[in-house]
């Protein structure tokens, strides 16, 4: 069991950062170029945060009534397997529509 929630922990890491690095509009550097912006909350989740906390590799994140500065600290520094996501990876305003979305639903 042990192996299996680490074997699930690393595919979500990998798959995180994977998508960090390959797919340009998370990058905050195109979003003030092009003109980019993310809809709304609920499509940064579920093309983000979803692989994980849906999958069960994270833990479920939603109908948690989480705290909108608790998930915006979590998001910018890691914690466990999670990762930390720079500014350069998903800007502030955007992080701030991803966490109102995930403490109100």
Not at 8 to 19: D, E, G, P, R
Not at 45 to 73: F, M, N, T
Not at 87 to 104: N, P, Q
């Amino acid at each position: 069991m042990e192996n299996t929630k680490l074997r699930n922990w690393a595919i979500c890491f990998v798959l995180v950062s994977t998508f960090i690095m390959v797919n340009s509009t998370w990058s905050a550097s195109e979003i003030a170029g092009q003109g980019h912006t993310w809809k709304d909350g609920s499509e940064i989740y579920s093309k983000i945060c979803a692989y994980c906390h849906e999958e069960r590799v994270g833990p479920r994140i939603l109908k948690r009534k989480l705290p909108s500065d608790y998930i915006q600290g979590i998001v910018r520094s890691g914690r466990r397997a999670m990762p930390a996501f720079r500014s350069s990876e998903i800007d502030d305003e955007s992080l701030a529509k991803l966490a109102e979305f995930i403490s109100k639903n």
